[in-house]
């Protein structure tokens, strides 16, 4: 078996957590191969040749089991960057906070392990959302797991989001700006801007202005079956794009649309945690918090 590990490292960087990883895979002699940027960081741990590495998406193949990701939910979309339409299933290890992606402890690590050498894990496929534009954006990976917003800059104006489904008009939010999330990003972004909580499964998108103008305007949700497009009105002459942790900006008057991705995200859970144990956990629900 052969896994890749991905981390960004820097601040939070857990060597502990990166040995006690590395000691269950060689117990199961499970082959690993670490991320070149994080293994620069690590590397003085380790004897000289004693794990390979891998830059990016050229170096993943069907012969990965799955790439294991070490941080907090912002890890987990960088991954998605690096095994793009590979299929290969991603299996989040929590070392940052809330962690909706990353549901599975560090305390938990040698179960996790266990859980792959034996397969006794199930994998959800989450909807991807796919950008288009008049414009390249987003280089060669255009899609995204969480949202994709359109945002005014810095200090400026509010803008004016003319939004379609189909070609269809639907509205124009006056707004600071405008976010289309996916099931998986509803408790994301979204949720913030008062958006709902949208379980996987679902086949929707969340359509949530940021601070919208008029009072009536509220999310909705729609098939993930529509495509979104837009046009942008305001005073200045650029906006903001997003796509989860990555951003453009773009003259106002690129055109960009939205639509269902061709290929999932597979995520890798344990048997025992489910959507509804996460959103217990992760936001106190059924906790009486009074005391």
């Known amino acids: 078996m052969k896994v890749a ?9 857990k060597i502990d957590d990166l040995l006690l990883l590395l000691a269950a895979l060689e ?6 191969l670490i991320h070149s940027d994080y293994f620069e960081q690590v590397k003085h741990l380790f004897p000289a040749n004693t794990y390979e590495t891998f830059t990016g998406s050229a170096d993943l193949d069907d012969s990965f089991e799955c790439l294991i990701s070490m941080g907090g939910d912002g890890t987990i979309l960088d991954t998605l960057t690096l095994i793009r339409n590979t299929g290969i299933p991603v299996i989040g290890i929590n070392l940052g906070r809330l962690g909706f992606l990353t549901e599975i402890g560090k305390n938990e690590l040698e179960k996790a392990v266990d859980a792959l050498v034996q397969r006794t894990y199930m994998i959800d496929k989450r909807t991807l959302l796919h950008v288009d534009a008049n414009v390249p954006l987003f280089g060669d990976t255009p899609f995204g ?3 994709f917003a359109i945002h005014k800059r810095d200090t400026s104006s509010m803008i004016k989001i003319h939004t ?9 939010y006056w707004a600071d700006g405008l976010i289309v999330a996916t099931p998986t990003g509803s ?19 969340i359509i949530t202005p940021v601070a919208p103008h008029n009072l009536n305007v509220r999310p909705i949700i729609i ?3 529509n ?21 453009e900006i773009v003259s106002r008057d690129v055109q960009v649309a ?13 048997h025992e945690n489910s959507f509804l144990q996460t959103l217990r956990n992760k936001l106190s629900w059924g906790l009486d918090t009074r005391n």
């Open 223 to 225: 098939s993930d079956t």
């Open 227 to 247: 495509i979104v497009s837009f046009e942008v009105e305001g005073r200045a002459d650029q906006y903001i794009c997003a796509l989860d942790s990555r951003k």
């Open 164 to 172: 379609y489904l189909n070609g269809e008009f639907l509205n124009t």
């Open 145 to 147: 797991l969480n949202e």
């Open 5 to 13: 590990i991905y981390s960004r490292g820097g601040e939070s960087l």
């Open 187 to 205: 408790t994301g972004y979204s949720l913030s801007c008062n958006g709902p909580v949208v379980f996987p499964e679902s086949n929707s998108f």
């Open 258 to 270: 939205i639509k269902k991705e061709q290929f999932s995200f597979n995520l890798i859970r344990l």
């Open 27 to 32: 117990k199961h002699k499970v082959t690993s």
